[in-house]
């Protein structure tokens, strides 16, 4: 999934519950975890409540 992601964001922002939508193979708490760790890596950012994207968008 950590993978995946980024791919995911490849379209622009997304919200937490778009990102959920669209992975829909994983659990909601995965994906919210996996959000985190991807953030503190540097490799996406969240940029808002809830909100993220790639670096430079």
Same mark, same amino acid.
């Given at each position: 999934?950590?993978? &995946?992601?980024? @791919?995911?964001?490849?379209? @622009? &922002?997304?919200?937490?519950?778009?990102?959920?939508?669209?992975?829909?193979?994983? &659990? &909601?708490?995965?994906?919210?975890?996996?959000?985190?760790?991807?953030?503190?890596? @540097?490799?996406?950012?969240?940029?808002?409540?809830?909100?993220?994207?790639?670096? @430079?968008?």
């Amino acid at each position: 999934m950590a993978d &995946r992601i980024p @791919g995911v964001l490849a379209a @622009g &922002r997304l919200s937490t519950t778009q990102i959920v939508e669209i992975l829909p193979a994983y &659990r &909601r708490s995965s994906v919210l975890s996996t959000l985190s760790l991807l953030a503190r890596e @540097g490799r996406i950012l969240r940029v808002g409540h809830g909100v993220y994207a790639l670096p @430079g968008e």
